[in-house]
């Protein structure tokens, strides 16, 4: 069974850092196309970062590049997100999600083929 377990999330100060981890088990996450998204109340859920299985290519959407770094820890079978200068607009619940391959838009990244999401973890970010 495919599974993307999620933590990481919580409150943080605007301008501090938090790092998101996302635990694939029942496949091995670098063969795939890694993802994070992120979603508020009544909006889309969007692309931030994408990242290709051959770890070539990576996207980052204007609103987060330069602050977010994706990762991947091969040994332990995990993505992560470092999130730094935190934002208050950076508040959403993050998801990760994995697929055949990724392709953009003019504002986000899009996984194709999804296979999986995770169960999503809420970053508030306030004072």
């Known amino acids: 069974q495919l599974q993307l377990v999620e933590s990481g999330g919580g409150l943080v100060q605007p301008g501090g850092s938090l790092r998101l981890s996302c635990k694939a088990s029942?496949?091995?996450?670098?063969?795939?196309?890694n993802g994070w998204f992120r979603q508020v109340p009544g909006k889309e859920r969007e692309g931030i970062s994408c990242?290709?299985?051959?770890?070539?290519?990576?996207y980052y959407q204007d609103s987060v590049k330069g602050r977010f770094t994706i990762s991947r820890d091969v040994a332990e079978n995990t993505m992560y997100l470092q999130m730094n200068s935190l934002k208050p607009e950076d508040t959403a619940v993050y998801f990760c999600?994995?697929?055949?391959?990724?392709?953009?838009?003019?504002?986000?990244?899009?996984?194709?083929?999804?296979?999986?999401w995770g169960q999503g973890t809420l970053v508030t970010v306030s004072s």
């Open positions: 999600a994995v697929g055949m391959t990724f392709t953009t838009d003019q504002t986000m990244c899009i996984i194709k083929r999804l296979q999986v």
């Open positions: 029942g496949f091995t996450l670098d063969n795939y196309a």
């Open positions: 990242i290709s299985s051959a770890n070539d290519s990576t």
